[in-house]
Structures are given as C-alpha cells and as structure tokens.
C-alpha cells in the first residue's frame, strides 16, 4: 500500500473513532481562522462552511497555563456559542499577555465538525496601535483637547504648544477619549497645536505620534476693541 493512502485511511479512523456521538466526519470545520486585534480590542474571524442547513459555529479557548497543565480543558465563549456569525469578540476573554488558543466547531442541528483552531495562538502583544486622532478647540477661551474613538485601558500623552513657541512643549496625561480634556486658557489671536502618543498600558508600549493639528483662537470683538 502506498504512503499516502495509508495515512487518509489512517485520519478516516481517527474520525471515525472520535466521531461515535455525532456524524462528525460529514461537517467540514472552519477554514481560514485570524484574529484581528486593534488597540487592544480583539475580534476572531473565520470563513463560511458552505454545507446545506443552518450552519452555526462555536467558539472555546485557552490560556496558557491550562495548554501547559490541564490541556483537555477549554472554556467556552458565552457569546460565541452556536452563533450563525462568522467573527466572535473576545476581548473579555483575554486578561493577560500570554498565548491563548481558541478554536472554532461548525454545527449544523445535531451535528458537530472537529474543532479548528487558531494557528498560531494569539498574544495580545501583538495588537495593533492605530495612529490617535486628536481635536483641538477653544470655547471661552479654554484650550481643549477631545481624543476620537481609542479605548480603554490607555493612557494618553497630549503635548501641546503655542505656535512660534514651539520650544516651550506642555505635556498632560490623561485617561479620557470622546470627551474633552481641557489644556489650560488660550490667548486670544495665538495659534496652538497639539499630538498624541496613546499609551497601552496592559502591554506597556506606544502608538506613534499623531498627526499635528492646530486651532487659531479668534480676538474677541464683542467689547468693540478690536477693528476687523
Ligand atoms: C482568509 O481571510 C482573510 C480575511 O478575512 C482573507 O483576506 C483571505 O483571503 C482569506 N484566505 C483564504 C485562503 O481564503
Ligand atoms: C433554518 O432556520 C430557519 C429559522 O431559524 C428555519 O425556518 C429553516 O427551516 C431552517 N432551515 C433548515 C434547512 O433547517
Ligand atoms: C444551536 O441553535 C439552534 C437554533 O439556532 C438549535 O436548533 C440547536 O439545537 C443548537 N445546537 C446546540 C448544540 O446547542
Ligand atoms: C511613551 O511615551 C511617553 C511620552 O513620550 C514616554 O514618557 C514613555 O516613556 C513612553 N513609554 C514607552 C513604553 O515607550
């Protein structure tokens, strides 16, 4: 017998054997597992089983210390199980940076696929820092800063200066994105400009440096002391 069947004779067993409960060498298991991780949110993706029926999928993990000592034992995603999407969130499940697997199962009514799993496991050192996008305003006279739409769990460094002053650079720390965070009183006719570094504080690393933006405060005229 030739090397090659004998091995698929070999799988058609295994198969076989595991699959006593349910007919599991008919559903094809997930394909093509990733994970995407921006800014320390992570979302696991996969593609369609195209089989007849309604197909769902589920999803289970593990962290590392369980792959190391107690490697039969996953844990279920709540949220991701028997679900008909193709992505799961699993931000939540991920609370430390080590490697966690996960693994995806197609079910189809009663049947089951083999569990498919992520190669390689996932760390969430790996996420992607998105450039942070910063807006300045002035309202009365008070110079703030609103970070758009990063997350939590970092720390953002906003460094700002009055145009022409440029060696004169402020820094403030703060924990706030999507509201404002104000910097201090602006002086009326300056221009002042603004960047950010977005700390990520669970793994300890920077994103680049935001693009510079700039506000130009107006010179009040209702007192009637300024001409056009
Ligand atoms: C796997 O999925 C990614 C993202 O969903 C897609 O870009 C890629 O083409 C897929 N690869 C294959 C082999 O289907
Ligand atoms: C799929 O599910 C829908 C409702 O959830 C049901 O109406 C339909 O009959 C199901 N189709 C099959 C092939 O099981
Ligand atoms: C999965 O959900 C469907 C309904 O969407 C249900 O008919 C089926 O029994 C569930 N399967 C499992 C294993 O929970
Ligand atoms: C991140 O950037 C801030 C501000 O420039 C700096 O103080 C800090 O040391 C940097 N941290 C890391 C881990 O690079």
């Given amino acids: 017998m030739d090397m090659s069947r004998g091995c698929a004779l070999q799988a058609l067993l295994i198969v076989f054997i595991t699959g006593s409960l349910a007919d599991l060498q008919l559903l094809p298991s997930p394909v093509n597992i990733s994970m995407v991780s921006i800014n320390l949110k992570h979302t696991l993706y996969w593609d369609p089983v195209m089989v007849p029926g309604n197909v769902t999928y589920s999803v ?5 210390f369980e792959s190391r000592f107690v490697s039969h034992y996953w844990h279920e995603i709540k949220n991701c199980w028997n679900i008909s999407a193709r992505k799961c969130d699993v931000t939540q499940e991920v609370s430390t940076s080590v490697m966690y697997k996960f693994r995806v199962q197609t079910l189809v009514g009663d049947r089951l696929s083999a ?13 992607l820092l998105t450039l942070p996008k910063v807006e300045l305003q002035v309202s009365e006279l008070n110079l703030v800063a609103q970070i758009k739409d990063y997350g939590a769990d970092f720390t953002f460094f906003i460094f700002y200066w009055k145009k022409g002053g440029e060696d004169d650079v402020n820094c403030i720390t703060t924990s706030s994105y999507d509201v404002s965070t104000y910097l201090e009183k602006a002086e009326e006719g300056k221009e002042y400009c603004a960047e950010v570094i977005a700390y990520a504080r669970p793994i300890n690393r920077n994103s680049s440096r935001s693009d510079t933006v700039c506000v130009q405060v107006q010179e009040r005229t209702e007192h009637g002391s300024k001409n056009a």
């Fill in 60 to 64: 289970q993990t593990q962290g590392e």
């Fill in 115 to 127: 569990w498919a799993e992520l190669d390689p496991p996932f760390n969430r050192r790996s996420t």
